[in-house]
């Protein structure tokens, strides 16, 4: 089966910045959509960024022009890259992969990578 493995995270001051990698154990092609959640203490999962196989990509309005998400396929690793970070991105970091077998849509989470965001 098919994991993920995310890695990249730290400690980093404000206004920092720091690249998440997402890398697969198989061929990210053989994936629909990827994409970074994070959830802070006491607080649900959210989603971050999306990146197609093919398309646009999508953020939430709270990374939107800090963060970007980017696929280098031949690695079979998705990136984040976080700019301008503040001490609100701090939290854990997921990235999830979703993916179709006989028909039936199913998705891969990775372990989490920490990031805080502290002075």
């Known amino acids: 089966q098919v994991q993920l493995v995310e890695s990249g995270g730290g400690l980093v001051q404000p206004g920092g910045s720091l690249r998440l990698s997402c890398t697969a154990s198989?061929?990210?092609?053989?994936?629909?959509?990827i994409e970074w959640y994070r959830q802070a203490p006491g607080k649900e999962r959210e989603l971050v960024a999306r990146?197609?196989?093919?398309?646009?990509?999508n953020y939430a309005d709270s990374v939107k022009g800090r963060f970007t998400i980017s696929r280098d396929n031949a690695k079979n690793t998705v990136y984040l890259q976080m700019n301008s970070l503040k001490p609100e991105d701090t939290a854990v970091y997921y990235c999830?992969?979703?993916?179709?077998?006989?028909?039936?849509?199913?998705?891969?989470w990775g372990q989490g990578t920490q990031v805080t965001v502290s002075s």
């Open positions: 990146i197609p196989r093919s398309g646009s990509t």
């Open positions: 999830k992969a979703n993916a179709v077998k006989s028909s039936i849509p199913y998705v891969i």
């Open positions: 198989g061929n990210i092609l053989s994936f629909g959509a």
